[in-house]
Structures are given as C-alpha cells and as structure tokens.
C-alpha cells in the first residue's frame, strides 16, 4: 500500500466522503507541495428544508460537522508526521478570516486541485455526487503524495438556479475558471448581511448561514433525489 492510500484510509476510517489530492506547487499562499482535500455531504434532509429557509438544526450540523472535519484532517496531519513528513490540518482554529470575510487559503481552493470538484455560480465547490452540499477541510503537506488531475473549469454550463435563488441578488451567473477572483463570481458583503438578515429572522440566531445556493443547485437536487 503506498503512502497516498494509507493517508486515505485513514481519512475514510475517520468520516471522510470524499478525498483528493491536489498539487499545490505555484499556489502563491500556500508553503507546501501538496493538499489534501476532504469532504462530508450535508444530510439530505438538511439540505431540502434548505431550499426554504435555514433551520436551527442546519446550525447545529455546521458546527459539530466542522469538529469531524477537524479531527479528520488532524488525524491526516499525525499520520505524516510519525513518517516524517511536514504537514499542517488547516483546521477552524488555525484558519484566520480575513478582511472580506475569507480564508488565505480556502479548502475549495485545495478541493478543485484535488479534483474533488469545481467552483459552481454560486462560489462554492460543487461535487457530482453531492453538489454544492458538502462541508470541507483540508490538510498541506510536503509529503510525495500522488496527486489527482485538478478540476480548472466550471461544469454549471448554462444553468442558473443558484443565481435566480439567492436571496441578496449576490451571485454575478459567471461560470468559473481557475484562477478566477472571488468578486468575479458574488458580492461578498452583500452576500455576508443577508445571510445574518435571514438566518437571525428564521431561528433567532446571529450567524451568517443561509444555503440556499447549494441546496437549489442542479448538482445538489441529483443527490437529494438518488
């Protein structure tokens, strides 16, 4: 079994859906050769109640799933360090959000070159077996994993249910390529207040979650009705 399988088990093992590896080199804000991607599907009953309004249990999935998320790839990072290798778990304590309400380097970053996906119209990573209904974390390392072929273009094509129902009027309906800036694709800010809006008016919490963009997604409705 070689490294990059036994890496894998482990993260499978530990609740792992989805797993790639993607070739970091020239990514100007990342120090390491590789990333590894991992990803967990939203429950499908989640995501449909999505399609109307976010719910208190959508709050309380976001969090403990991003606590497996973190275990997960910590787990990755103590793996390749008993082998000797560099590697750091980008986990929620050790990622800062910057100005603009984003990460140095996301993990849909990491998860397109790891060809788990590609960034759809809505500026999330959309999968084909779950669409855009999947939370992420990834790991960086120097280890010689073998890479998958990176995802560098937009399968969304012509559609546009996630722009019609965003309720900020904040996704632009442009299809991704890699490389492409974040504001080519939504109005962050716009994006941001209106989450808050709904989130806090449905449930009483103050938290900027609304999902309405993955759950409507083509990609993400093929997963709710396999």
Known sequence: MTLT??????????????????????????DYSCGVAVAMPVPKHIARDLQTAPTKE?????????????????????????????????TRDRVRIEDGHISRLPHKTV????????????????????????RLSSLLTDAPLECNDPIIESKCGLC??????CPAKALQGTLWRAGMKRRELVDVDRCYEKQLEIMFRETGIKQDLC?????????????LEG
């Not at 999902?211 to 990609?219: E, H, I, L, R, Y």
């Open 5 to 30: 399988d036994e890496l894998k088990d482990i993260l499978y093992q530990k609740g792992a859906a989805l797993v790639g590896v993607g070739n970091m080199k020239g990514v100007a804000a990342c």
């Open 58 to 90: 959508y709050y309380d999935m976001y969090y403990s799933m991003n606590s497996q998320l973190d275990e997960i790839v910590t787990a990755g990072e103590e793996f390749l360090r008993n082998k000797g290798y560099n590697a750091f778990a980008q």
């Open 111 to 134: 998860a397109a070159r790891a060809g788990l996906g590609w960034i759809g119209k809505n500026c999330l990573l959309v999968t084909e077996r779950y669409g855009s209904a999947v």
């Open 160 to 165: 546009k249910l996630c722009v019609m129902n």
């Open 211 to 223: 999902g309405k963009c993955f759950a409507t997604c083509t990609f993400t409705k093929k997963y």
